[in-house]
């Protein structure tokens, strides 16, 4: 179980503002691009299944998903 | 239709008949003259135009929010001699500014998380079905005070962990506290109130706290005690100021939305069925009815240096009045802003505000308004507001009808 690949995280530009709720609660996970938008810069390690599912329910925009990691 | 009639008044006097009741048209004409205009009567900046509105909120750094320094610090120091309600004014982080805001919103977002939250949807749910009984079969029921009161209250008591069935109390003493803040001048009788509540409020509560640091449950109240950040917990002071921070930033908001939505859906009645038969918009018509009429028309903060401001020079110690109200219909950011369109998306308004102190509880509020239209909608087939003209209270900061008298049809 351990090692259950875990989802990636979209953004959608169209909706963030940038507010960087994301970033505070799994900065291994999410930074900001150039515009100072959210951003999703996780490689699968360094963050948890929990901080990314509290990041995609507390940005304030409603502009995360969490989509299951791609089926090999 | 209201927003209509009036367009004459006068632009610097924000609690006008024009403001208050038809606030739409004011802020219009104010946006169109300045979306950065300086108010001589409020002598500071009232801001209106999306972008500027936006950028405002984001800008933390050089717009503060704290209560108790700069230019609203005289007036609250003035107002609350009494030193125990201005320690415990002081410990509300929506009111202060990094390093304390910060500190205390991320022990505190520990506690409300938000999955702690949807575990509350049953439970909504379980209260829109109660609470919608006494609606049928009438020719009007007062849906501000028979309805959208008790949800919110509800659900945010049961949440924090206090008994429910004292809601009117927990409502007292949240109306007299944020009175103080959210009225200006400085009415003695209003500090006395509110001190006379912070007592009542801090005697309701100590037990309660005293009881979940033995037994702690599932509830906000216990996980506001146990939060730990670098080793660092709430103390008990600041759990009470939190708990009441809790209660008044969430049950006059959530009310608000609720019955600014059933006015607006009452203007768009092809919405109403639009949603009737397409439950999949429920999401983007909670998001509708914030950015249309959200519970909040704007909100203060003063500059910590100088700035410009969509082309306007900000000085320091200067006043700024943010109308999110205004930017949710200004035309450079929504088409077609002032139609009721349930069906937008995306949606960027700014009713939760944004940046650092954007809405902690934006997903409990979301979630009790789309169960209440979920619920509301399956079961009336069409509703009327049955009230010649909508008052709303003389306020520069909710946007909150005085009443709102309504008949609900059955199918
Ligand atoms: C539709 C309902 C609501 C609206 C429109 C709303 C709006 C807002 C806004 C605009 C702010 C930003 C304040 C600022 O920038 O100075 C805010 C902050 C806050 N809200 Fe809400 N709110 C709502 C419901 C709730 C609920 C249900 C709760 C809690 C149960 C809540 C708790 C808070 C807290 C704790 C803050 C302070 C956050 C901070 O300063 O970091 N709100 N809300
Ligand atoms: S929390 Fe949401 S709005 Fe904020 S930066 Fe992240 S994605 Fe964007």
Redesign the pocket.
Known sequence: MADDPLPRAEIDHALCVGVGECIRLAPHAFRYDKQRLGIFKGKGSGYSLQQLEDAEASCPMQAIKLVPPAAE | MVDDILDTGDLDDLLSEEAINSPFTFYRRLRERNPVYWNKRWNGWIVTGYDEVTAG?RDAQRLS?DRFSGPFGAEVREAGENTRLLDFLSKL????DPPY?TRM?SL?FKA?TPRSVEILRERARELVRDLAEPLRGKERVNFLTDFAFHL?VIV?AE?LGVPSDQRYEVRDWSDDLAAVIFVRGDDKQRMQRAEASLARAREFLTPVLADRRQNPRQDLISALLFAEEDGRRLTEEEVIA?VI???F???E??M??MSNGIAAFDKFPDQWQLLRQDHGLLRSATEEC?RFD???RG?G?WAKEDFELGGQQIKRMDRVFLI?HAANRDPAAFENPDALDITRWPNKH?????????????P???L??QEALAYLTTQFERIEVVQDKLEYGPTMVSRSLKGLDVKFHEA
């Open positions: 909120y929010s982080f929506v009111w202060k805001h919103r505190v409300f919110p945010i949440y939190n921070l809790m209660v930033a969430g049950h908001t959530t608000n939305l914030l959200g519970p909040i909100l903060r999110q700014a009713a939760f505000g944004q940046g650092i102190h954007t809405c902690l509880g934006a409990l509020a979301r009790e308004m």
